[in-house]
């Protein structure tokens, strides 16, 4: 690339700013551009396609019996209940967890931290931590919460267990959307006589929130998509009732997909592309939320 | 000069909203005590949870029995996990568990982890899983081959094409399709075809292979290359008969053996491992449990097969149940 760009930034000194050269370079590049968002968004329609065709029929046959039905070893008999109502605990206990500690940690580091040494040590482990692989945090969640804290593989520890891996992801975007707060607003509340907890959390925060809230929910649909943590930790895979409180054992949809697809009979491949159908559409409702947010609500400056 | 706002702090009616999704969530279903101590004796009764990790070779034959089983005892929660064989008895021996499923019998050291522990075990043999050695289904001239072939396939630096392996075969690549180290099935077959890992004059298996954790990936490469070789458990050969071939193997005796439930439960065929069930002594003093295995022992033979394994004679099962009395 260079080799090419070098004469062409000479010509442009010397004047010859509309060469054809420049133009048809021009267009190369925008239409590699194009090429590479259209590979994105061609790779997803692709997923999307191959699990609907594979999985939709399962789905649409019996869709009651589906939603409703535990596990079972007949392909056809199997439904998701169990993995189904793990899933929506799960996203529940770790949105309860990761929302307020995370958005605790992201005002204290925006707007209340001292800046030395510790805060820019504690920044850049976050920053760390939000690329560290799931299947760790399993292990993690594997030896604090299931093991040392006694929960055995319960819903608390999965929940836990996911919001700690959300964590970073939450900070990260709540401090960027702190961030964008003008100054003045701050100064506008100080010259009225507020406390600095007064201007965050009277002004600063409420501006923040459509942006945190983004964060949130798209680390959150990222966590319920995740298998290896839940697998590390125990997850069960075939349980035949729905949990009653945190201390139950579970299931959850990524884990049953993952197991399904495994089994020796085609049709099990069938209802684990009909579960991923479930899957996406609860990671789209998220999803769809969290636009809806941000469009909404977002202030301009 | 931070002066804590006293009152309800509005944003947190959105955090309340998300919490709010467990509020939508809260189960409907039978409850199910934790302790089944009350109402010994009596079926109906029984309650309780029991957990069962380990092999997911074995959990569907856990899932199909605990299906069945909740028929009569919904108040019972039984719960199975498939943390591999390895892992189950590790829970197992940290009494984190109730049953622990495997698809080899208890290693020595984690025999040692479970005394240090405390966890006083028995074992119950439930089935038996063939492995199948198998080709593409387009491939012609492999029908039988022996152990030693089949070591000479497998062992590292071992044979890279087919005439190596017998000088009627063509001279043709070798394309193996293989389940990965981490893979229970790999560890059986190594073991039965190269010899004990552990001791020194055994061979030692190639890595210079396709592998792959899943056994339907495999029989994806299988079928579309003629010249492959691979095996998993028969289970996956029977669901894909139409594109797969099974290559009979000879044992000592030199007489070749298909692959078969009759040949398998029979012993001849020489390729199949046992799956167990392993259950903790203070476990069986539960009655949900004691119930629980007894049942598992009574109906494996009928529903065995279904999932794609084969029942194991019919002494295996008395004995374990003689056992639970």
């Known amino acids: 690339m260079t080799a090419v760009a070098l004469p062409i930034a000479a010509r442009l000194r010397r004047g010859a700013s509309r060469s054809r050269l420049g133009l048809l370079l021009d267009a190369v590049f925008s239409s590699g551009l194009f090429v590479g968002t259209f590979l994105g968004v061609l790779a997803l329609g692709l997923l999307l396609w191959t699990v609907y065709d594979r999985g939709w029929e399962r789905l649409a046959s019996d869709p009651s019996g589906f939603f409703a039905n535990f596990v079972s070893r007949f392909p056809a008999r199997a439904g998701i209940k169990a993995a189904l109502y793990g899933t929506a605990w799960l996203m529940g206990l770790t949105a309860l967890f990761s929302f307020p500690i995370g958005v605790g940690a992201a005002v204290y580091l925006e707007e209340f931290a001292p800046r030395n040494r510790l805060t820019s040590f504690v920044e850049a482990n976050i920053a760390n931590l939000a690329g560290v692989p799931s299947v760790v945090y399993g292990i993690l969640g594997l030896g604090v919460f299931v093991r040392f804290m006694r929960m055995g593989p319960s819903l608390l520890a999965g929940g836990l267990t996911l919001a700690l891996m959300s964590l970073p992801l939450i900070i990260i975007a709540a401090r960027e959307s702190l961030r964008a707060v003008p100054v003045s607003i701050r100064l506008a509340a100080y010259a009225l006589g507020a406390t600095k907890w007064q201007a965050v959390r009277h002004h600063v925060l409420p501006a923040a929130m459509p942006g945190t809230m983004t964060g949130v929910i798209l680390s959150l649909s990222r966590a319920i998509g995740e298998t290896a943590p839940l697998i590390v930790i125990g997850a069960a895979v075939s349980i035949f009732n729905t949990p009653d409180d945190v201390r139950d054992p579970f299931s959850a949809l990524p884990v049953l997909i993952f197991n399904w697809t495994s089994r020796p009979q085609p049709a099990f491949a069938e209802a684990a592309a009909a579960a991923g159908i479930v899957l996406l559409a609860m990671l789209l409702a998220m999803n769809t939320v969290a636009i809806f947010l941000r469009k909404r609500f977002a202030t301009r400056w | ?325």
């Not at chain 2, 029995?65 to 390895?86: L, P, Y």
């Not at chain 2, 292979?209 to 495999?218: G, H, Q, R």
């Not at chain 2, 007894?294 to 374990?320: C, N």
């Open chain 2, 1 to 325: 000069m931070r002066r804590l706002g006293g009152r309800g702090i509005r944003w947190g009616a959105v955090s309340l909203a998300l919490a709010l999704v467990l509020a939508g969530c809260g189960g409907d279903d039978d409850g199910g005590g934790t302790a089944g101590t009350g109402g010994a004796g009596e079926q109906h009764t029984l309650s309780g949870s029991i957990s069962i990790d380990g092999s997911s070779t074995v959990a569907p034959v856990s899932e199909a029995i605990a299906e069945e089983f909740r028929k009569d005892h919904s108040a019972v929660n039984v719960s199975v996990g498939t943390s591999g064989t390895g892992g189950g008895f590790k829970k197992f021996c940290a009494n984190e568990i109730d049953i622990a499923d495997a698809s080899r019998p208890i290693k020595d050291e984690e025999k040692e982890a479970c005394a240090a522990a405390g966890v006083d075990f028995t074992e119950f043999r439930v089935g038996l899983d063939g492995l199948a050695i198998v080709t593409s289904a387009q491939n012609e001239f492999l029908q039988c081959l022996s152990i030693e072939q089949l070591a000479t396939i497998f062992k590292d630096g071992g044979a890279s094409t087919w005439n190596q392996v017998d000088p009627k075969f063509p001279n043709q690549k070798i394309a193996i399709f293989a389940p990965g180290s981490d893979s229970g099935t790999y560890d059986f077959f190594v073991e039965e075809v190269l010899g004990d890992p552990k001791k020194p004059e055994s061979l030692k298996p190639r890595s210079d292979y396709t592998a792959s954790e899943d056994d339907n990936t495999l029989v994806q490469g299988i079928k579309g290359e003629k010249n492959s070789w691979g095996y998993f458990g028969f289970a996956y050969f029977n669901e894909n008969k139409n594109v797969l071939k099974a290559i009979k193997v000879s044992g000592k005796d030199g007489k070749c053996v298909e692959p078969s439930d009759a040949t398998v439960e029979s012993g001849d065929y020489p390729l199949s491992r046992p799956l167990f069930i392993y259950v903790k002594k203070s476990a069986l003093a539960r009655p949900e449990v004691k119930e629980f295995v007894r049942f598992y022992l009574e109906t494996t033979p009928e529903i065995i097969t279904d999932v794609g394994y084969t029942a194991a004679p019919e002494e295996d099962y008395k004995s374990g149940l003689d056992q639970l009395k």
